[in-house]
């Protein structure tokens, strides 16, 4: 006789698969996926490096790594991260199999079953996986177009004092799903919350390097260099959106006695990471490469959300509302009430158009009133009139309406 | 003030790591760790796989895949196990990162902290850690010659009747580190007992592939494909030691509802194991490569085993006791009682040469009687002096004890 455990008992979809499933339909024009289009990986970089590496090298790319990852990696990631403002000298460095695994291992290291975490409302659908899948209650705070929400923060933190959260999780840099970037002021005050709690804060930061004006750049310093004497912060962040996900590189920033727990988990998950991709990883980084393709990034994501923008504007409705994203991959509509989100999912899939539904990002998996729009993988010439079925299925579904 | 989880509290020491540490030291003749050697591994094929990829494959490469896996290599791999005789029809298979994550992701799938889990004494590192940083009770069984003691496990089995373990773990082709090879009888007996408990079976089967003669061939075909219909069977295998380990690439062989239930935690712990890597493994897989490459290790690891089995006999004292393994990495030894193999590792490192103690091995942490010599990774011309090293220092400590 099988008997599951508990915790695996609690993980009920398979949502992420069904995402992916959707957004790679040859006949499709999708907004779905959360990836870079497979045109825009520096194909032809990694093949230089791939053909210039020596011998010895390959041989090591073959072979297993020091469980915190590839010694040259983690020293050229370090200096990145220096180069940017990061405390990477009273913090350790961490290679992870994708961001995701940093956030599952954090997960591990802090989450009893029963714990509440707290999140954004909407959050990234792999975050809220890992903490279910260690049995933790999701409290989900909502965010408005300058970040979390303070004071429902500070309600919710007041109300439940004698069982504080384990930590709390946030995504400042163009949300996934919701495009939000925090202003300046909104990361103070959400400090001051978070000190007053004496919070952990994981900070997640997969997009912050695609900004797309440099006007923004200031408020994409992430809040562990801003703040690193204020808080305990761990600071995770990936290869995936500039180089490729299927390196399956990510890593974490932490404070050492963390580190020093977040490394047994890993042992005992995966021993190591790739070493046959983190060995590229590092010539790409270290040649000066990624800071190139970075550049040619924000252009072309740039001029994505602007053709997608232009086509929302066209062709949907008024009421349906939405925020212009500064970076990142992915805009957030919000519907007028009434309209059935899941309708009119299947109708813009048969038609040739697929997104994802808002409730999929809802931690309490109720929202029905959003849902996302990734430009990212979508080829430029295809945006427009992918835009224009699903804006049909709106504008039909509000007739119906009256 | 941080508050780690119960679960990260148990995992307590970071062997493996220090392990790896030892075993690559330049100035060291290592028998430590569990690898091939660098210089064996099929750069060439790879580079050619590499350079003769389309472009639109390369892309895939880069991108996320599936979370099971990318399905041509789940296509090739399937094709290859059904060769094998594994029953892949009834089975569902998963790509995981590594086999140590397949390990990991079934010990989530079924463990509950406090419950049981039946382990062969000694046992796989990796999966100790696993278990345990579910907060697993291990229960190791010993091993004999020709497999885990089946008085022994039925004695434990009746003796806690009342909390029955969640499923036993087995390794039983070229035990790491024991070297074991089960007989057929000791099989067929395993699997009476097991059903008469209703106990689920994880078999591990990483070095199956690694038999030096034929004619132990049928001794390693996996209880999987022999006894399918008497028990729930979850296999486990791995690209490390048929290809590299920097690819982190291994696979579950396992039953629909047990699959079901580990795609939903696979999402959680990383999305999808590198694409890059399934991308080449899938291309050496289908070419035959594979198979011709298995065929000269088996040759290789035979070769490496034969020069250290030799100089063992040329310089061990005969107090120390072990079998020669008929395939795989390892050569287990016992030490004569009273001997501090502590002392014994100190003074070979000082003198140039590395091995890993039993206790390392012991789910309980308590051997102090057995030690592990890894001889895939050692030169064959480094193997009769690191042997000669490790003899100087057994004999100075047999001598020490008269």
Known sequence: MIRFSKAVNSLRSSEIRDLMGLATRPDIISFAGGMPGNELFPVE??????????????????????T????????????????????????????????????NILAKVFIDPGDTVVTENPCFIGAISAFKSYQANLAGINLDEDGIDIQS??????????????????????????????????????????????????EDD??????????????????????????????????????????????????????QKAELVKQSMDACSPNFTQVLANEFLRSGRMEKYILKMR???????DITAAAIRKYFPPEVTWTEPQGGFYIWLKLPPRIDIMAVLKS???????????????????????????????????????????GGCLNEALKSLK
């Open 153 to 202: 923060l500070k309600a919710f933190l007041k109300k439940y004092k004698s069982v504080p959260p384990k930590f709390i999780y946030i995504t400042p840099y163009f949300h996934n799903p919701a495009g939000t970037l925090y202003t300046e002021q909104r990361k103070k005050e959400l400090i001051l919350v978070l000190k007053e709690h004496g919070l952990l804060l994981v």
């Open 348 to 390: 813009s899939i048969e038609k040739g158009a697929v997104f994802v539904i808002g409730r999929t990002f809802d931690p309490e998996g109720r929202d029905n009133s959003h849902f996302r729009l990734a430009y990212s993988h979508t080829p430029e010439d295809k945006i427009e009139k992918g835009i224009q079925i699903l």
């Open 299 to 305: 252009e072309v994501y740039r001029k994505r959300k």
């Open 45 to 66: 970089d990694i093949d230089e490096i791939y053909n210039n590496l020596e011998l010895d090298l390959k041989r090591t790319a073959f072979q297993y790594g020091p």
């Open 68 to 103: 915190p990852g590839y010694p040259p990696l983690l020293e050229s990631l370090k200096e990145y991260l220096n180069k940017k403002g990061m405390p990477v000298n009273n913090n350790k460095l961490m290679i992870t199999t994708g961001s995701l695994q940093a956030i």
């Open 206 to 259: 997969a997009y912050g390097e695609l900004y797309f004006d440099e006007d923004v750049r200031k408020r994409v310093m992430p809040m562990k260099a801003l703040y690193e004497n204020e808080l305990t912060i761990c600071y995770t962040g990936t290869f995936s959106k500039i180089l490729g996900p299927g390196f399956r590189l990510g890593w974490m920033l932490v404070p050492p006695d963390i580190y």
